[in-house]
C-alpha cells in the first residue's frame, strides 16, 4: 500500500471513531478537518501561497510584530541554522508575514509552502503545526504523517503562539524541515527552542507597548529573572495590571487559584489582590538588591521572584492626552483603548455644535456619554434628554415641539413650550432615535438643517440653537434599507458616530467596578470592600446587561453585605453558572475535594471560586 493510501485509510479509520496511536492534538485536527472543514483526505492540495497584494496586507498589518519579532527570529535561526530549519512568523490567520531559511533551497521551500506568503491555517492546508496552534492556543508538533493532507507528510512543524499583552493570539511561529529523522521526538528541542523565542517576542512587545507602565518580571528561579523571565506584568501608575504575557497569564492565574479565568479577568485588577505589595513597594524590586531577595509572595501562598523596571515617563504626573480631556469626559474610562480613542474624539467634538449619535448595546453609557459631552462644551442651557421609545406617539409630537394656544381640542390654553426648546442653548439628546415616528423625522430634519422650531398650531417658526446628541441600540443604517428610517435625517444625525464598546469587551472593568461601588457607598454614606473570589466572579460575568445591569448587581450586593464585605454570597446565582461547570465533574471527585478542604464546604467554594450554596446543591443532588 502506498504512503498516502494508508494515510488516507488511517484517517479514515480515526473517523470513525478508532482509537489512534497519535497525540490527541492531532487526532483532534483530523477530526476538525473532517467534521468543520469538511476536507478531503484523498484530495491532495499543495501549499497555497496568497497573491503578493494581499501579502502585503498582511505584512502591513502585522509590521509592528514583524519589527519586534525579528530579532527573536534572527537568535533562533542562528541556533539552528546547521540542522537545514526555516522559521515562520505567521499572523493570527495563517499567513506566513516574516521567513528566514537557506536561500540555497528556495525552490524546494517555496514548493512546500515554507515560504513568505504561504497560508497554514487548518481550514486551508489541513492539519499542520500552525494551523493546530491557531485554534488550540498551544505549542505543536505536527511531524511528517501527522499532517492530514498527503502532500505535506514529508515535513515536520513545529509552532508556538505569541499572544499580544491583552491575552490575544496575535502570531504563531514556526520551525520546520523539509527532511527528518523519522521519530517525533527528535523535534522536542525544536519545541523548546520554539516556545522559549515566542515566550522572549513577547516580553519584547509587552515592554515597547507600556514604555509608559511599570513592568513587574517573575521567574520561578532567582538567576534568570533579569536575564530570561518566565513572565511579565504591566502596571500602571496606581498599580492596576494594564497587560501581560502569556506566561504572566499563567502567574497570575496559579497565583489566584481560581479556575476558569482568562487574560482579561486581570485587567484593571489591582497588583494588591494578587500579590503581597503595591505599587509604592515597587521600586524595592529594582535592579540593585540581590535577586534572592526579591520574593514576591502570592495571596494563594505562591512565591516567585520578582523583577520591576519602572515608566520611561514618571506615571505620577498624569500622561498629557488624558489631562486635556475636561474632566467630565476624563471620568468615563481608565485604560481602555476604545474607550479612549471614544473621549478624545468627543471632546473634539463637545466645543462644535455638530450632531452625534452615539451607537452601542443598551446599557452601554450612551445617555452617560452624552451627558459628559454636555458638561464639557461649556454651554449654559439645559441638557433634554428624550427617550423616543418611551412617550407615546400619539404624544410624542406636542412633547417635543410644543403647540400654540388653543392648538386642538383638549389643548391648555396657555399653550405648552416643547422640549426641543428646552433645550435652546444646550444639548438635546434622542434617545432611541430609531423608535422616532416616521412621520415626525421629516419635522426634525427641519429643525436640525433650518435651526428653528415652529410649535403645533404656532403660524411662524422660531430660531433655535441646540446640540443634538442621538443615539441608538439599533443599527440605523440597517434602519434606513428597510424604509424604516429617514436617509436624510440619517446623515444629518451622525456627522459624527461615536461607538461604545459593550462592558464585557472593556479592559477597564476592574476600574468600572471600583467606580459604581464608589456610586453605592456615596448613596448609602457606607463603605463597601469586595473580596477576591466576588470581584472574579463579577470580572468574570458577559455582562448581557451592560453598565446598568453591574450598577444594580452592586447595589443590591451592597444590601446584602455584612459590615461592608461583598462576598460571593451578595451576587446573584447566575454569576456562578459559568464556575459551577469547573467544578470537580466526578462525585468521586468532589468528595475528595471536599475531604481536601477539611469537609469544610465554605473553604472549597472558596477554593473552586463558587457560591457555597451551588456546593451544597451538588452535595444533595449526590445524596
Ligand atoms: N462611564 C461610566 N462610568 C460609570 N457609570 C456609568 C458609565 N457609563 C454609564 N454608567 C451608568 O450605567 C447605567 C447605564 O448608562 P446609560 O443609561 O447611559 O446607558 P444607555 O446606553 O443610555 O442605556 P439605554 O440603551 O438603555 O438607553 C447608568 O446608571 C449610568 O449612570
Redesign the pocket.
Known sequence: MSTSLSHIREIERVASGAASPRDEPVVQSWLRCLNDYKLDPTIAQEAYIVPGSKLREHREQAEELIRIGRSGLEGLFNQVAEQNYVLLLSDARGVTVDFMGDPTFDNQLRKAGLYLGSEWSESRAGTCAVGACIVSGQPVIIHQDDHFDASHIGLTCTAAPVFDTLGDLTAVLDISQLRSPTAKASQQLALHLVSATARRIELANLMTRTRNDWVLRLARSPEFLDVDPDAAIALDGSGRITGMTHGGFGALARSMNIRGLQTRNFLGLPLSEVFDIDVDDLPNFMRGRPNGERLLRAKSGLVLFASAIAPVVSLRTPAAPEARLPRALR???QGDATMERVQTRAAKLATRRIPILIQ??????????ARAIHDSCGDNGNFVAV?CAAIPEHLIESELFGYAPGAFTGASQKGKRGLIEDADGGTLFL??IGDMPFTLQSRLLRVLSENEIQPIGALKARPIRLRVVS?S?RDLAELVKQGRFREDLYYRLNAATLS?PALRERQDLSW?ID??RA?VEKENHESYRIDTTARAALLAHEWPG???EL?NVLRVAAALSENGLIDSECLPEHLFSEAIHSLPGEDDALRQALRDCGDNVSALARKLGVNRSTIHRRLKRLN
Open positions: 471620568d468615563l474610562s452601542g448595546e443598551t446599557g452601554s453609557g450612551k445617555e452617560y456619554l427617550n434617545d432611541e443615539a441600540h461604545l468600572l467606580q459604581l456610586r451592560n453598565l446598568r450598577s
